[in-house]
């Protein structure tokens, strides 16, 4: 029996709930669960190695993560497979900012293992900036 | 130093900007001695490149010397005389292996944006958008190049600049679209675009072994310079003769032409002027990226079995792709940015021993001071301009 207090009733249900979205959105960090992976010219055992030696990599993947290096066929060298949690500043709406932005976790992740890749095959990462010529008053 | 800017739609300025600085032990700075303004330098001055921001320095074509090197490039000193290929490529990923250098999956910071429009990254590009890395271009006195160890071509002639130029990328990337085609003796090649492509494109068919060469544009001098010069067998005047597909038909007793180039792109107009408005319509309300009319062309004149082979720079999405033509055919459709560094050095063979000349496209010899009048006259055609070389 909804009667005439179905209306306000249904009212205080919707604002309560848009009230606990907002409270979850604002909560700072929510992790999300990420996959990447990228296949990189170079031999398994030489990949693991580099990937071993660098501390910053450790950090990369944190302490629920976890990295793969796998056989990439045909002679492509090795596939490298991630899997993280990253924290999402904003909650929901940071990621949909982020989505927009192209800087969300997984793309950071991505952009992370190609910078791997470069250092392995290229020596080093390719880059842009700073000292790029461009006029002094435009900033890029 | 001086640089050619992006300064809006339809603007660029010569500016003071810093000089370039070695960032990476396999980059070189490069002094330039000549660099040219190309067609798809148009897509980006027109507005029609995403990603394209003021301040940008432009230029893919350029060629100079060698004033410093990174510690770990040892195949090249100060006083070296370099052309410049204008994909960056490392040499090293799996891309680079297979000699696909345009797809080099180590040069592009951005590729992540580039992954977002178009399902995968492509390499750098020297002044060709952040989405294809945001690196400064080759219109200015001078450059930074990266991978220096594995992409410019040492010149040991005396062969002057505007014969060697081209190779940076018209030269190439014309010849890759005659090369895609597989050419087999006795076959028609029908070449939409006399522009500076249109026409080495044309002329590389020839080279390749074509009997007959049809190229097709709107403007008297550019269809004169490819019978005079670039080697083509007829040509067609598509606002005198509408009905292309129809002319290649007859010119070919029905059958079509062997294999079709589109050496036009994004940015192609149509003689009848309510398609013409459709397109461009929507192009202008960014609806659809492209004005695609010389390749839907190129697909409907093809002969059933041929091949149709684009190097027209194409940026997004197109409407009315016309795939039941393609399908229902047995075309072939190959296409790519070039792959510079692997046609390079057999190319240069080719000018040493006087097989093509590609310096015939020039029309145009103005001062790096004078890079905007150099975009207009090239824009709009004034003045018979075909190519345009700028000297610092």
Redesign the interface.
């Known amino acids: 029996m909804l009667g005439r207090s179905g209306p306000v009733l249904g009212i205080a249900v919707a604002a309560a709930y848009v009230a606990w979205r907002l409270r979850r959105d604002r909560r700072p960090e929510e992790a999300e669960h990420v996959k990447a992976a990228i296949t990189v010219r170079k031999p398994r055992q030489e990949v693991h190695d580099f990937w071993r030696e660098h501390e910053e990599l450790h950090r990369f993947v944190g302490d629920g993560g976890a990295v793969r290096f796998v056989d990439a066929p045909r002679n492509r060298g090795t596939e490298v497979h991630v899997e993280l949690d990253r924290g999402v500043p904003g909650g929901k709406l940071g990621e949909a900012a982020a989505m927009l932005s192209g800087e969300g976790p997984t793309e950071k992740a991505k952009d992370d293992l190609r910078r791997f890749k470069q250092m392995m095959e290229a020596g080093e990462v390719a880059r842009t900036d700073p000292g790029q010529p461009r006029p002094h008053e435009e900033a890029s | 130093?001086k640089?050619t800017?992006y300064a809006g739609r339809n603007h660029v300025e010569v500016?003071?900007?810093?000089?370039?600085?070695i960032?990476?032990?396999?980059d070189a700075i490069v002094k330039v001695s000549s660099t040219a303004i190309c067609g798809s330098d148009l897509h980006l001055y027109d507005g029609y490149v995403p990603m394209v921001?003021?301040?940008?320095?432009f230029g893919h074509e350029f060629m100079g010397e060698v004033t410093d090197v990174g510690a770990?490039v040892e195949n090249l000193k100060r006083g070296d005389r370099v052309v410049v290929p204008f994909p960056?490529a490392?040499?090293?990923?799996?891309a680079c292996?297979e000699q696909l250098y345009s797809l080099c999956?180590?040069?592009?910071?951005n590729?992540?944006?580039a992954?977002?429009l178009w399902g995968h990254s492509i390499a750098?590009v020297f002044g060709y958008s952040h989405i294809l890395?945001?690196?400064?271009g080759g219109q200015?006195e001078a450059?930074?190049v990266?991978?220096a160890d594995v992409g410019p071509l040492k010149i040991e002639s005396d062969l002057p600049d505007e014969d060697v130029l081209f190779l940076s990328d018209i030269l190439p990337t014309a010849y890759m679209g005659a090369e895609m085609c597989d050419i087999q003796p006795g076959d028609t090649i029908a070449v939409w675009g006399a522009g500076p492509v249109g026409q080495l494109t044309a002329a590389s068919a020839k080279l390749l072994g074509a009997e007959r060469v049809i190229v097709i544009d709107r403007f008297d001098y550019r269809l004169r310079m490819a019978l005079e010069r670039a080697g083509a067998t007829d040509v067609i005047d598509y606002e005198a003769r509408p009905d292309v597909v129809e002319e290649l038909k007859e010119m070919t007793a029905g059958r079509g032409p062997d294999a079709c180039i589109d050496a036009v792109g994004l940015e192609a107009h149509h003689a009848h002027g309510a398609i013409h408005a459709y397109d461009r319509v929507k192009q202008a309300t960014r609806m659809e990226t492209e004005r695609p009319h010389a390749l839907r062309e190129a697909i409907l004149a093809c002969r059933n079995g041929g091949t149709v082979s684009v190097v027209g720079v194409y940026g997004g999405f197109m409407d009315k792709f016309p795939i039941g033509s393609a399908m229902n055919r047995s075309l072939t459709i190959r296409t790519g940015q070039c792959h510079v560094h692997k046609y390079m050095r057999p190319l240069l063979g080719r000018i040493e021993r006087g097989e093509i000349d590609p310096s015939f496209v020039v029309t145009h010899r103005l001062g790096l001071d004078q890079a905007s009048d150099g975009y207009e006259t090239f824009k709009h055609k004034r003045d018979e301009c075909m190519k345009v070389v700028l000297t610092p």
Request: aromatic share 4%; net charge negative; proline share 11%.
């Open positions: 130093m640089a800017v500016r003071d900007v810093p000089d370039p600085q960032l990476n032990s396999r921001e003021k301040g940008d320095v770990d960056i490392c040499g090293s990923c799996n292996q999956e180590n040069s592009n910071p590729a992540g944006h992954e977002k750098g890395g945001g690196y400064p200015a450059a930074r990266p991978f």
